[in-house]
């Protein structure tokens, strides 16, 4: 349904706390936030953060480490399971509060999901069974790379060394970036590929139609994968298309993604690529 034909989940009314606006620049100092709005985090450095209580936070959780370089990718590593459900027992630990759970179609989402899940309830905390969206999966990252690096190596013979079999991951990092730019801008014929714009307008139906089926004030985890959170940092902070997917490289296994909206036209990001529940640099990956 067009935007302009939806309607609003929860209308305003007199006395909404919406009107309680954003503390600004020097009063932000912790001593001076309400005390009611305020986000205590034990263990995070620096003033305390405005907690504004009828903006809706999304939790958007990249999966853990799956199988790369295996004839399945699609399935989480032992460091990948222990990522998850180590974040499950941080936040059950923590009395984070989850209102409702999605996830994308894919294994990794559903066995991060299940990982986390087990990881809160031995904190003696059970969150919401997730909703499966299949416009959260990933864009067609490896059938492009399979596709073009051959024909784009003839062209840029730097790029040759990234198809043999004993690549380093320097020369596979540096053609996997040139093609997925290259795709990003449009650059490339998709034939029977996803396009960028069609994925990017996948996945942003697929958050509005979380944030209008959730509304206001709501806690939301979203188990997907690095590119729709990169297409969630575009839509907050304006970005071009090849400079969200070059974040979507940095996203780590596990992490937490936080973002904060009132309406469904509108979203925040308040925290990127956090891991405070992986101590150990050992379970730190990024693929």
Known sequence: MPRSQRKPVINRGAGDPLEQRPVAGARARAG??????????PGRPGPAVPNYPVLSTLYLIRHGQASFGA????????????????LGVYWGKRGERIDAC???????HLDTARAFARGAGAAGVAYPEPTRIDELDEYPAIP???????????QDPALADATRPDADNRSFERAFGLIIERWARGELDTGEFE???????????????????EGRHRSIAVF???GPIAMAMQWALELKNEVSL????????????????????QLTLFRFNAIPHLQDNGLITYR
């Open 144 to 154: 492009l790379f399979k596709r073009w690096l051959p024909e784009l190596a003839k």
């Open 32 to 41: 001076q936030i309400p005390a009611h709005m305020r986000i205590e985090e």
């Open 224 to 226: 997907t994968s690095g």
């Open 102 to 108: 999605y996830m994308g179609p894919r294994r990794r």
């Open 246 to 265: 070059r974040a979507a490289w940095v996203i780590a296994n596990g992490s937490i993604n936080e973002f904060r909206y009132r309406d469904s036209d």
């Open 195 to 213: 396009s960028f714009d069609h994925f990017r307008g996948r996945v942003r139906t697929a958050f509005d139609h979380i944030m209008t089926a």
């Open 71 to 86: 004839d399945n990718y699609d399935v989480l590593s032992q460091i990948g399971a222990e990522q998850s459900r180590q």
